[in-house]
């Protein structure tokens, strides 16, 4: 297992367009979270799952986004309806004692 | 809300050259951690400290944790080009994986 795998790496999108990022943790690692990080500033905590249950939303976490992980595995975020101001790195993190980040996707919004 | 501060935000230097690198919060942490970033890259681990007081080292890199547990510290000894990178501070409570980051200082070490 090479660590988190996170997909597309850069997705460029017009405002007002849906998108969605995929992680892929690494093998049973049972907790899954999801960081915002934008230009300049440090990664801000979103949301996380316990195997398959979402168990914390963050306020940043609006109601056009939204996470799953259907089997404890993967997991995916998706983003309606999207505003230039979700332009930003999105991390995706397992832990197993530590934070293993992956290495992004990266969102331009146009 | 909890926060961490990071200083100085950006920090150029030579190589062969000393630095220290500062978190402060306000607010107390069970475990703090540092991480570094490269562009286009998620960040790594470095350490992580626990206890108050704790004074960790990592090659070149020593970290201390405040002994309120409020503040920690990074020096470099000897900085190289390969230490450029973003340097995050990261506080922890209640739920591990659940971590408040710093902005982070950009460390450029000029050859």
Redo the contacts between chains.
Sequence with gaps: DTGVSQDPRHKITKRGQNVTFRCDPISEHNRLYWYRQTLGQGPEFLTYFQNEAQLEKSRLLSDRFSAERPKGSFSTLEIQRTEQGDSAMYLCASLYGELFFGEGSRLTVL | TQL?EQSPQFLSIQEGENLTVYCNSSSVFSSL?WYRQEP??????LV?VVTGGEVKKLKRLTFQFGDARKDSSLHITAAQPGDTGLY?C?GENT??????????TTLTVKP
């Design positions: 961490l951690q286009g890259e998620g960040p790594v681990l992580t995050l990261a739920n591990a994986g659940k971590s408040t980051f710093g902005d982070g």
